[in-house]
């Protein structure tokens, strides 16, 4: 019963985002600073399905200037829990065939986000100069999912390296985010506990080359899986204090 409770106002709060969002887009469509202020209208719904969202960043989190964030990728939840920490001036890649989705697509391009053909990898190279021409020409940060794809409970999945030649190539630093597991949810209880959303320190690209690109994957792969194993324990030393209670 609370599954399908959550499950219509979470559409109806949708809907209301979507619709009113796309129609303020049109004022200033293709704003990239509409993305932070709408990804974080959708992330309150973390409230809705009963996550406690911990975020846990340095004070100049949001003053790096032009960077690539990159965050792991787990699943639909990424809508409430990353999208909190997404700073003003940073957009992100998504799938063409995201505009298809109804009300949602509209909204993701009137915002400012960036539409590519992933699927062409004959593409890869001019996708990656688009992304850096498209930092260097609008000014912006840009929030990637180096895995490619949702983990769903695997735990992080290699890493492609788009983003790390994006970044090398743009000459602007990767601040890896590290979101802990939510695999767990179920909408079916009441209190899905708490997901830790933390920020590790900017990496500078500027020390690595292009043949570099695959050691600086493997650098970042390692740091963020090492906090977020950290951040998972963290959260279940949590619950288990809050079980004895």
């Known amino acids: 019963m609370l599954f399908i409770v959550r499950a219509i106002l979470a559409i109806l709060y949708g809907l209301l985002v979507c619709i009113l969002g796309s129609l303020y887009c049109l004022l200033s469509p293709r704003n990239p600073r509409h993305v932070a202020r709408f990804a974080h209208l959708i992330a309150r719904m973390s409230t809705l399905f009963g996550i406690k ?9 949001s003053k790096y200037g ?11 939840y990424d809508m409430v829990t990353t999208a909190k920490v ?11 065939s995201l505009i298809w989705i109804p009300l949602f697509g509209p909204l993701y391009w009137l915002t400012g986000n960036l539409l590519i053909d992933r699927d062409n990898r004959k ?16 000014s912006i940060s ?12 695997r735990g992080l999945l290699p890493f492609k390296l788009g983003a790390f030649h994006a970044a090398i190539e743009a000459g602007v630093p990767i601040v890896p985010v590290c979101v802990s597991s939510t695999h767990h949810i179920d909408l079916n209880r009441w209190f899905n506990g708490w997901v830790i959303v933390e920020s590790l320190p900017p990496i500078d690209t500027r020390l690595y080359k292009k043949e570099n690109v695959r050691a600086l994957s493997d650098y970042c792969f390692n740091q963020m899986k090492e906090k977020i194993e950290a951040l998972d324990k963290q959260v279940a030393e949590r619950m288990t204090e809050l079980l004895k209670r």
Do not use: D, W
């Open 53 to 61: 969202v911990e975020q846990r960043l340095p004070p100049e989190y």
């Open 66 to 76: 032009h960077c690539i964030y990159i965050a792991n990728h787990q699943n639909n």
């Open 86 to 96: 997404v700073s003003p001036g940073t957009i992100t890649v998504g799938k063409k």
């Open 123 to 138: 593409k890869a190279r001019s996708i990656i100069h688009q992304i850096v021409e498209y930092i260097k020409k609008n």
């Open 142 to 153: 840009i929030l990637m999912f180096p895995e490619g794809t949702r983990s769903r409970g």
